[in-house]
């Protein structure tokens, strides 16, 4: 989280309540998903179940009302009889009409709740990987905005649809059978090819719509970082090659696009077989029937109608809706299903006989240390940093310096566990920080960075949210004095004020809140990386002595000189080694520092920006 690393120990990151997972920390699977996300709405599903029943009600009994009305009355020459029978028909259309009415509140406690869910949930999948230090998710935006999104479309349109389409075909068969089991006995072929067909046809689009799905991940994860890095593309001349990238994955996607589309044609067959050809038999057999008395008039009518009214438009729509909303519908809650879920509880995956043990153990103090550490952001780069070896005891007040773009920032992730070495370890306390339990690591850990991160709530909630739970209002009081911030509180109007609009706050001042927050909360291990750059000189000379003063131990990424000067220690990076020591000590055996030094007072003439050359304005 933007404003400090550390996760509250009482609520660590998992996947939403509402998913349960599998043995082995997953999802079983789409369908699985799907029952998990509907579980906890049964209540309204029953009720639009049972108006959907009651909407099929003309469905079932439209066949035999015209039958009735065809033999017993106007064939029969009693019209007001015929007309009787056609009255108790509109009678059920206006119940069907009413249901429908009736049935789309209920529909709509369960569709809207379910989006927020799937949101929730691959919002945490997504968040507690990359504070575990994976590789940033770049195609989860395709799941939040697109996937997500396309999944509340689908369950409201299929659950307004295909309920009342399936009980009508059931409906249209079962009457059919009632009016004349000859006449059923013509349709029941064809419509049993026709799901047959149906079948093969479900399968080979299941394959092509997942075919869609992947490569449209894959367009957004090969497109994200090549738009966000134009400016380095330039710079590189690598115009051609990500041309080709991003050329690669728009064909793949529109081969996907256009094979599915194929598929889909399909389906009109369906349609022929299950109902038309119904219908010509039918009609073909009809007048030997009749003559032979093995079905009325009125027989023949009732049936035309089941299979015109009924039978073709309940299959044409149900065959359309499946092989596009529900092939869409299955293969995207099952990508989801796959991507949400994280390991099962908070220990990383098991790397060695000692992960178990470390997973319980405390670590002995806060003492931190790092041996032979490397890192490098791509196999054939540069390292950044590069075999760094380091002690730093509990209760030191470090201060890391070096030119902009040395790697100072890189060190805070490395330090702090949000990124993995490339070579080398760290140890907490002589744990290895990446077999430390998540949350025991971030409740010893903060890393406040320079965009400090405020959200929409009250001054409490901000303050007290690494906190643990019932931490008293005398605690948030005290943080926010030591690092300079009582006086924004309490212009803001106290801990119960409301912060409707964080980006009205100046950069300085979320940078005093973030700061209070860390001050309150139980780490004992803080790393500021530039988190006082846009407070004056004597408001960050407040904020880190007070960080100083607290117990524990503190890292200050250095913004301006002065921040070494406090500091008992500095760590100097030069690009090929670090060097440790004191203020004078760095001056007199370092050219470097002293340079750094020297452009720092330059930096203080009328115009000039304190503290450019320590920057790190951009990530290193």
């Not at 999802?27 to 799907?34: A, E, N, T, V």
């Not at 490098?376 to 380091?390: E, F």
Request: with cysteine; proline share 6%; glycine share 8%.
């Amino acid at each position: 989280m933007p404003g400090s690393a550390v996760t509250p120990a009482s609520a660590p990151l998992t996947a939403a309540p509402v998913l349960r997972l599998g043995e082995d920390g997953q999802p079983s699977g789409g369908f699985r998903l799907l029952l998990a996300l509907l579980r906890p709405r049964r209540r309204p599903l029953a009720f639009a179940l049972t108006w959907a029943l009651v909407e099929a009600v003309p469905g079932l009994l439209s066949g035999l009302l015209i039958a009735r009305a065809v033999d017993d009355g106007f064939l029969a020459g009693r019209p007001s009889t015929g007309l009787a029978w056609l009255g108790l028909f509109a009678v059920a259309m206006l119940l069907r009409t009413a249901a429908t009415r009736l049935m789309f509140p209920h529909l709509a406690a369960v569709v809207e709740p379910l989006r927020d869910d799937l949101v929730r949930a691959v919002v945490t999948a997504t968040v507690t990987r990359a504070a575990r230090g994976d590789r940033p998710d770049t195609a989860a935006v395709s799941r939040i905005t697109g996937q997500v999104e396309t999944l509340r479309n689908l369950v409201s349109a299929l659950l307004r649809t295909t309920h009342g389409l399936g009980i009508s075909l059931i409906a249209a068969l079962a009457g059919l059978l009632v009016l004349s089991p000859l006449a059923a006995a013509i349709v029941a072929g064809p419509v049993l090819v026709a799901v047959a067909v149906c079948a093969w046809l479900m399968r080979v689009l299941l394959v092509r719509q997942r075919r869609l799905i992947l490569a449209d991940e894959t367009l957004t994860a090969e497109a994200t970082p090549i738009l966000e890095g134009t400016r380095d593309i330039a710079a590189c001349g690598a115009h051609e090659q990500a041309y080709a990238t991003v050329r690669a994955a728009v064909d793949a996607q529109a081969a996907a696009t256009h094979a599915l589309a194929r598929a889909g044609m399909s389906r009109r067959l369906i349609v022929a077989i299950g109902a038309h050809v119904p219908l010509l038999g039918l009609v073909i057999a009809a007048e030997p029937l009749t003559r032979q008395g093995h079905l009325s008039v009125g027989e023949v009518v009732g049936a035309v109608t089941y299979l015109v009214t009924g039978l073709q438009p309940a299959l044409q729509s149900m065959t359309g809706i499946l092989s596009s909303w529900g092939v869409a519908l299955a293969v995207t809650l099952r990508r989801i299903a796959e991507t949400i879920a994280v390991p099962a509880g908070d220990v990383p995956a098991a790397t060695g006989p000692t992960d178990a043990a470390y997973a319980v153990a405390v670590p002995a103090g806060c003492e931190l240390r790092a041996k032979g550490l490397g890192f490098a952001y791509a196999p054939q780069a540069t390292p950044v940093v590069h075999d760094l070896d380091l002690v730093i005891p509990e209760g030191d007040h470090l201060t890391v310096v070096g030119p902009s773009g040395i790697g100072k920032s890189t060190l805070s992730l490395l330090l702090t566990g949000l990124r993995r070495p490339t070579h080398g370890e760290i140890l907490l306390g002589g744990l290895p920080l990446e077999a430390m339990a998540e949350p025991g690591l971030r409740s010893m850990v903060a890393l406040v960075p320079q965009e400090a991160y405020v959200f929409a709530g009250t001054v409490r909630e901000n303050l007290g949210y690494l906190c643990p739970a019932g931490t008293a209002d005398a605690r948030l009081d005290e943080a926010a004095y030591r690092v300079g911030a009582r006086a924004l509180v309490e212009r803001l109007g106290g801990l119960d004020a409301e912060i409707d609009e964080p980006a009205a706050l100046s950069a300085g001042e979320r940078q005093l809140i973030a700061l209070a927050r860390t001050y309150a909360s139980p780490a004992r291990l803080v790393v500021l990386d530039e988190a006082t750059c846009h407070l004056d000189p004597a408001a960050e000379a407040r904020a880190e002595s007070a960080f100083a003063a607290r117990p524990g131990t503190l890292i200050v990424i250095a913004h301006r000189i002065s921040s070494a000067i406090r500091a008992r220690r500095i760590l100097l990076l030069d690009g090929t080694a670090a060097h440790t020591g004191t203020h004078a000590d760095l001056l007199t055996r370092s050219p470097l520092y002293a340079d750094l030094v020297g452009h720092w007072t330059n930096d203080r003439t009328p115009g000039a920006r304190p503290g450019h050359p320590l920057s790190t304005r951009r990530s290193s």
